[in-house]
């Protein structure tokens, strides 16, 4: 696959370049989803934007091969659908509103319109989340003009005014429809699981709460994993006994 430069710029922090067919790579921030990576010859992708992609040395104008990282794709899928699911859950069962989200490269986050939301429903939140994974519900993504689409019903969230032309919708049948442009996963199994992982009260009003999911958290269960396992040899305890542990040391450093 090939894109051409037509311009090349020194920015703070690389190259900003104007590459044909604008429209390969996605953006970064669109729809709170994080953009695409991978390289344009030996340059490296650190950023897209509107008006252009950041890489991290200047290109001549011209042609070049470009090769865009399609395992980022699939896990921006998997966060993505993930974030579709779990607000489609708090709104469905909870009344609960998603008023913000944002997808980092370590996590994602998901603001819902209430302080006050318990463990108990925290807790059924995440159960509920992987009931429907496990329940292997195929997607259906489809686009349809404009008038029609602003005839839906059923939407999670209302299209925003600004948006014209067709309409792109994304489907998790009985659980969720939204527009949205975003990377997803093809059939909820994909994500394989999801895994709560922090919630904090924001801006007085809201919570907000941190999720990974694929392979971010199984990575994150190995990680965790392996440093309760370090912990228990270095201690000679059991894992119910960490914390007990670390606290007797701390005592016995204060005192000496």
Known sequence: MKVSVKNCEKIKNGYLVEVEPKDILYIDGKGGQLGDRGKIEEAQILEVKESGVVVDRELEY??????????????????????????????????????????????????????????????????????????????????????????????????????????????????????????????????RVFKLINHEKIKGNYTRFYFIAGDRALNDYKFKHNLSRDLCHTFSCKNEEIVEMVDKFLDEKKKV
């Open 62 to 191: 011209g042609e070049y091969e470009i090769k865009i990282d399609y395992i980022r794709q699939k896990d921006i899928a998997c966060q993505h659908t993930a974030q579709h699911m779990f607000s489609a859950i708090a709104y469905n069962d909870y009344k609960l509103n998603t008023v913000g989200f944002r997808m980092a490269e370590e996590y994602t986050t998901v603001d819902l319109d209430s302080n006050t939301i318990s463990d108990e429903t925290i807790e059924e939140l995440e159960f509920k989340a992987n009931e429907i994974i496990e329940k292997a519900i195929q997607l259906k993504i489809y686009i349809m003009n404009h008038e029609d689409a602003m005839k839906v019903e059923g939407l999670r969230k209302a299209i925003k005014d600004k948006v014209t032309g067709d309409v792109r919708f994304v489907e998790i049948p009985e659980v969720d429809l939204g527009a949205c442009a975003g990377f997803h996963v093809e059939n909820t199994k994909d994500i």
